[in-house]
């Protein structure tokens, strides 16, 4: 297809480069009320705050349209190595505001929209964020894209167009009920459609073999049936760095000659069924944490993304002469879990059977191609997929993977003589208990590298979860810490706390974020300190006023914010810091301490569960339900509250967590990869409570003892006790006040006398616990007991928190992206 115009353009404004509009409010104004009219097709008078927003949003949009196509004729130009990141969830959070910030236009803006009786604010509250990931996976997806657009890093993101994101949880009678996500249903500024690049992608059918022209036999997929992939592109600005990069998210239609087809034979519910079908692929994320549930359509939808990906990077960004044995110079894929993982079969099946490339050949170049990053350490968090549903949805790529097999397991028995059982555990083909295709052994032997997202976590990949890959390739495996951005979480949710970084190491942090270092001397000042509590106060405020409206909750006054916001599971141990909160509440009401000696504390909850994770959702019950019942107890009013905001998103945590004074990372050591809002606190300054786990160990290590509350065990102190045998019945024999606090709970005290309502949570915790809440009980009262008494010394506990933002520079998700650079991605990535 032939692009540009037909004749050399001949006025000046046709040939020259694209104008971005005046940099002014006038400017800005003139942009907004041409979208509203021309665009939206209303009068300022006429228009709806829904019509405002798609307008400005629109207008904000032309600011950043020049240095997009800018940023894609350089590359075109002077084509380097590429990152192809590929991730099954993006969690991006609000569009406006980052893009507002990225072109510095807050002000310009705030000018404009204010000489339309507009206030900035109620634009920001109209967008619906884009929530097409389930928590720090997906997030950490958008931080990273982020830092490689401030860094200047030839990146394209790839993934998936859910027409429903994460599910709106909502609360009735305390119990979690899901409302589906229609985050498109106003119209979505932030998209650009490329219908024009529609590629189709094949499913079922089976293969035959053929002999060639040349006389070589070789094999064909005679797919069944086959859908398309439309293209949006979302662009992803650089922080006031002038560059733009790419964000490619699939979207499934029907295709159109089959669709006629059935329109031809007169059968139209046939056809609508037909078209529906392929819709299904794209139409909603997968709610699942943790665990992934091995459904056909989740297959789908990955196989759907990855090979639009392919083709579209393969057919349409590289020349069309490109010799692809080169391709490991041009695109480096990271793969983001194993959900992009049938890339790998793809890959292979493209450059053998389309491009009739040799298989050693083949592999050589795909082994090069990706790099996986694990982001788990549950065993049971591992995709496999059934051999039989991979054979009939991608009976081609079920032979590739065999072909894969069955010469890496002979490398296996040359490098082990006799050792059959070392064989059948690495397998990338499982026999037990199904027959089925373990994604993470297949993308450990294609990938060039592996990593983990924490230093502990990279240990105990190695040791621990593919023991035996590490042994065959040491050199694989590495680790990179993962980061946050700090445009989004420091600069944009703490406009309080930035203004007084800038004024204390001066401007430009936002893209050095080493340089919080740099607030380490004004620990020690106590000027320094009280604008710092202002800052906090102030954002404490944001939320009290937030929640009002947005839960209608109102929040006491004066106490210390207690946080723990993430997704719901049992490793991450909500449970333990119930039974805090139910001793805290029975201390005072049995009148053990006196309710004037207790540190007054709002305890907040933010958590979605799995909609199929029962333990889960229990619990969120029982949360609601000891929160009711705390906020209603005269005698502990004033002293201690409860919180729990529905539907925890990224929006909410844009709020929250520069408010909080307390982060919450408790989950049971060895079990959290990295933890991601762990390193959001610290950046805010807030003072961490966690096990030795996942990142903890490094914040830990970086601000210091003295600055972070640790408690529980270690990970190795977790393998012996499970090792020894571990009852948690007799750990709540031996503690009396646990005791006291689980049979208040188990009595219905919270539940309306009902003891039923609770049994499953309270049965599971003293005859289950698998993730060992009941052991760290102690240790966590202990240290939460420091946490009271340290936070009564205002002073102490400023000069903490401000170190913390002062060392906590290392999260910058730049960093890890840096490291990625180093360690991953090789030579050839232009910075
Ligand atoms: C998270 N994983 C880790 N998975 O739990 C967390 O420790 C880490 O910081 C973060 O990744 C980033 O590395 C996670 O979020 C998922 O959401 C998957 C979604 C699909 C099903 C399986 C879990």
């Not at 931080?143 to 860094?151: E, R």
């Not at 349409?316 to 790998?344: E, Y």
């Not at 590739?400 to 069955?406: K, L």
């Not at 106060?537 to 937030?546: I, M, T, V, Y």
Request: hydrophobic content about 40%; aromatic content about 10%.
């Amino acid at each position: 297809e032939s692009r540009g115009p037909a004749a050399e353009p001949t006025h000046a404004l046709a040939r020259g480069p694209v104008v971005p509009p005046t940099r002014s409010s006038e400017g800005f104004l003139r942009e907004f009320l041409r979208e509203l009219q021309y665009g939206q097709g209303v009068t300022l008078a006429r228009s709806s705050p829904n019509d405002q927003y798609l307008a400005m949003a629109r207008a904000v949009r032309h600011y950043l349209m020049a240095d997009w196509l800018e940023t894609a004729r350089r590359r075109r130009e002077h084509p380097a190595k590429m990152v192809g990141y590929l991730s099954a969830e993006y969690l991006l959070g609000r569009q406006l505001d980052n893009a507002l910030l990225a072109t510095d236009m807050v002000d310009i803006v705030q000018e404009a929209l204010a000489e339309c009786g507009i206030s900035l604010d109620t634009m920001r509250a109209q967008e619906v964020e884009p929530g097409l990931g389930n928590g720090g996976l997906g997030r950490l997806a958008a931080c990273f894209i982020d830092s490689l657009a401030t860094l200047d890093v030839s990146c394209v993101g790839y993934g998936i167009r859910y027409e429903y994101g994460i599910f709106r949880q909502t609360f009735v009678d305390g119990r979690q009920v899901e409302v589906p996500d229609t985050w498109l249903s106003f119209g979505n500024p932030w998209e650009f459609p490329h219908p024009e690049r529609e590629v189709e992608v094949n499913f079922g059918g089976h293969t035959e073999q053929y002999t060639d022209e040349d006389g070589r036999e070789r094999t064909r997929w005679i797919p069944g049936w086959n859908v398309l992939g439309v293209p949006y592109h979302y662009m992803v600005p650089g922080y006031q760095n002038g560059v733009v990069n790419t964000l490619r998210l699939w979207s499934a239609r029907a295709t159109h000659a089959f669709d006629l087809q059935i329109f031809n034979s007169g059968d139209y519910a046939e056809a609508v069924r037909a078209q529906t079908f392929a819709e299904n692929i794209t139409k909603v994320l997968y709610p699942e944490d943790s665990t992934p549930q091995g459904r056909e359509l989740r297959l789908q939808q990955q196989y759907f993304f990855v090979a639009c990906s392919l083709k579209d990077y393969i057919d349409q960004t590289l020349p069309p002469d490109f010799d692809l044995k080169r391709l490991p110079d041009q695109i480096i894929f990271q793969l983001n879990d194993t959900h992009p993982v049938i890339a790998v079969p793809e890959l292979m099946r493209l450059l053998i059977d389309d491009k009739g490339m040799e298989w050693d050949e083949a592999w050589e170049i795909t082994q090069k191609c990706f790099a996986y990053t694990c982001h788990t350490l549950l065993p049971e968090a591992l995709e496999v997929w059934p051999v039989e549903l991979v054979g009939r949805l991608l009976p081609r790529h079920l032979e590739i993977i065999y072909g894969i097999n069955e010469r890496f397991l002979e490398q296996v028995r040359e490098a082990f003589p006799g050792d059959e059982l070392r064989v059948r555990r690495m397998s990338i083909v499982q026999d037990h208990p199904f027959r089925a295709v373990r994604m993470a052994h297949l993308a450990t032997v294609a990938g060039a590298k592996v990593n983990g997202v924490a230093e502990l976590h990279s240990q105990l990949l190695r040791d621990k979860l593919l023991p035996d890959f590490a042994q065959m390739y040491p050199d694989k495996f590495t680790n990179v810490t993962n980061g946050v951005t700090p445009r989004r979480f420091v600069r944009q949710a703490n406009p309080a706390l930035s203004e007084l970084i800038s004024e204390a190491v001066g401007p430009g942090w936002e893209r050095d974020l080493s340089r919080l270092s740099g607030l380490e001397s004004f620990a020690e000042d106590p000027e320094f300190r009280e604008q710092f509590r202002q800052a906090k106060q102030a954002n404490k405020e944001r939320l009290r006023a937030l929640l009002l409206v947005r839960d209608g909750v109102e929040l006491p006054e004066g106490h210390l914010l207690d946080v723990m916001v993430k997704r719901l599971h049992e490793y991450k141990r909500q449970s333990l810091k119930l039974l805090h909160v139910v001793t805290l509440y029975e201390s005072i009401r049995s009148g053990e301490v006196a309710a004037e000696d207790v540190t007054p504390r709002t305890v907040i909850f933010g958590a979605k569960a799995a909609p199929g994770y029962h333990m889960a959702k229990e619990t969120i019950a029982l949360i609601n339900a000891v929160a009711k019942t705390i906020n209603a107890d005269p005698a502990v009013k004033g002293r201690l509250a409860v919180a729990f905001p529905a539907n925890y998103n990224v929006t909410l945590a844009e709020t929250l967590i520069p408010a909080a004074d307390l982060s919450e990372q408790i989950s049971l050591a060895g079990m959290e990869a990295s933890g991601t809002g762990n390193m959001k606190f610290a950046l805010n300054g807030a003072l961490t409570v966690g096990t030795d786990d996942g990142a903890n160990v490094e914040i830990r290590q970086l601000v210091g003892d003295d600055n972070f509350f640790l408690f529980g065990m270690s990970e190795p102190e977790v393998a012996a006790l499970h090792a020894s045998g571990y009852v948690p019945s007799q750990v709540y024999a031996d503690n009396p006040r646990l005791k006291r606090v689980i049979d208040l709970i188990a009595s219905g005290a919270f539940t309306d006398g009902d003891p039923g309502r609770v049994s499953a949570f309270v049965d599971d915790l003293l005859y289950n616990d698998r993730f060992m809440a009941l052991a760290d009980y102690q240790s966590y009262i202990d240290v939460q007991e420091r946490i009271d008494a340290a936070y009564a010394d205002t002073e102490a506990w400023t000069r903490s928190a401000i170190l913390n933002v002062a060392r906590a520079g290392f999260f910058s998700s730049d960093r890890s992206m840096h490291d990625y650079l180093d360690r991953i991605w090789g030579a050839g990535i232009r910075l």
